[in-house]
């Protein structure tokens, strides 16, 4: 069942490191402030987390949970690459299919 999570945050363009003082080499604001709008409930019920902790973001939906990490040296040093590999390797962990398309945050639980 694939279920819309969320639109993209439009204001976290805004927040990677050529555009704000982050030094944290993996453009923490951006990742802040993109997986800030996937912390929701679906229309079932299902309660959707996502953290940031260090270099691992969690997340969870339901009794499901995964980790991925933000790999600079073995993804990317693009924090929007790095991010997007760390959610799809926290997804792949959960057993939960994530996809981003349209301008949206898709799940396939």
Same mark, same amino acid.
């Given at each position: 069942?694939?279920?819309?999570?969320c639109d993209l945050n439009?204001?976290?363009?805004?927040?990677?490191?050529?555009?704000?003082?982050?030094?944290?080499?993996?453009?923490?604001?951006?990742?802040?402030?993109?997986?800030?709008?996937m912390n929701t409930k @679906?229309?079932?019920?299902?309660?959707?987390?996502?953290?940031?902790?260090?270099?691992?973001?969690?997340?969870?939906?339901?009794?499901?949970? &995964?980790?991925?990490?933000?790999?600079? @040296?073995?993804?990317?040093p693009d924090p929007v690459?790095? @991010?997007?590999?760390?959610?799809?390797?926290?997804?792949?962990?959960?057993?939960? &299919?994530?996809?981003?398309?349209?301008?949206?945050?898709?799940?396939?639980?």
């Amino acid at each position: 069942m694939k279920v819309k999570l969320c639109d993209l945050n439009p204001d976290a363009i805004s927040k990677l490191p050529g555009h704000t003082d982050d030094k944290s080499g993996i453009g923490v604001h951006y990742v802040d402030a993109y997986i800030k709008l996937m912390n929701t409930k @679906l229309e079932d019920g299902t309660a959707v987390r996502c953290k940031r902790r260090g270099l691992k973001i969690t997340l969870t939906a339901g009794g499901k949970k &995964g980790e991925g990490l933000m790999r600079r @040296l073995d993804v990317s040093p693009d924090p929007v690459v790095m @991010l997007d590999a760390a959610l799809k390797e926290a997804a792949a962990a959960a057993g939960i &299919g994530l996809t981003v398309e349209d301008g949206a945050i898709h799940l396939t639980l």
